[in-house]
């Protein structure tokens, strides 16, 4: 029963992901296309995750997993690049300086 309910609520989430998706990527804007890009990496996600706890063959979970692993990478490089188009950029003078100063202080002591 928790199952049956876990499969249907993760295939909704799905779904809904890639619809959203595409809904953003349509909007032809640059922020729109990284966050709908993220949108289908985490159903993507979900959907590999999903396929990988069904399954019953060594293969396929290897095979789902290293999807899943990847596809975590490319939806978090799409949302590092839709926050940095959506506040065009203000943070990254910031945060440059910052690394910067963090990687000197061991070598300044």
């Known amino acids: 029963m928790f199952l049956d309910a876990y499969i249907l609520l993760s295939i909704l989430i799905a779904l809904m992901d890639l619809y ?3 809904l953003s990527i349509r909007k032809n804007r640059t922020t729109g296309r990284y966050l709908g890009l993220a949108c289908i990496g985490a159903a993507i996600v979900d959907l590999s995750y999903l396929i990988s706890i069904l399954s019953d063959s060594y293969l396929c979970m290897s095979v789902m997993s290293s999807i899943y692993f990847i ?6 490089l799409s949302f590092v690049a839709f926050t940095v188009y959506f506040t065009k950029g203000s943070f990254v003078n910031w945060g440059k300086k910052q690394c910067v100063w963090r990687c000197s202080m061991p070598f300044l002591r």
């Open 20 to 22: 959203l998706g595409v």
């Open 71 to 76: 596809d975590i990478d490319f939806m978090l």
